[in-house]
Nanobody, 125 residues
Framework: QVLLEESGGGLVQPGGSLRLSCAVS????????SGWFRQAPGKERVLVAA????????SYDNSVKGRFTVSRDNAKNTSYLQMNSLEPEDTAVYFC??????????????????WGQGTQVTVSS
């Protein structure tokens, strides 16, 4: 059984930072591209960042470029999303996702086969 489990969400003040983690089990993580998506209330789920299976390629939504950094540790079957300079507009449930793909990153929701349950990130003073 493939499981993706996010952690690290919470309440943070504007300008603060959080680091999300996504622990993957039930598959050999090498070869799987990983993505981070978010869904705000009443809005569609959208890509935040994606990283290729070997960590050499990344993709970011324009709204988070320069503030968020995606990374991974294949030895630990884990991907990370470092979020700095958080804004109230970043408030959402954050989901990690994975799919087998070795040619770069994937950026569409339907590209991904496996999903976590999500972790809430709230940016508020």
């Amino acid at each position: 059984q493939v499981l993706l489990e996010e952690s690290g969400g919470g309440l943070v003040q504007p300008g603060g930072s959080l680091r999300l983690s996504c622990a993957v089990s039930g598959l050999t993580y090498t070869g799987y591209t990983s993505g981070w998506f978010r869904q705000a209330p009443g809005k569609e789920r959208v890509l935040v960042a994606a990283i290729s299976w070997d960590g050499t390629q990344t993709s970011y939504d324009n709204s988070v470029k320069g503030r968020f950094t995606v990374s991974r540790d294949n030895a630990k079957n884990t991907s990370y999303l470092q979020m700095n300079s958080l804004e109230p507009e970043d408030t959402a449930v954050y989901f990690c996702a994975a799919t087998y793909y070795i040619a770069g990153t994937r950026t569409k929701i339907h590209d991904y086969d496996y999903w976590g349950q999500g972790t809430q990130v709230t940016v508020s003073s």
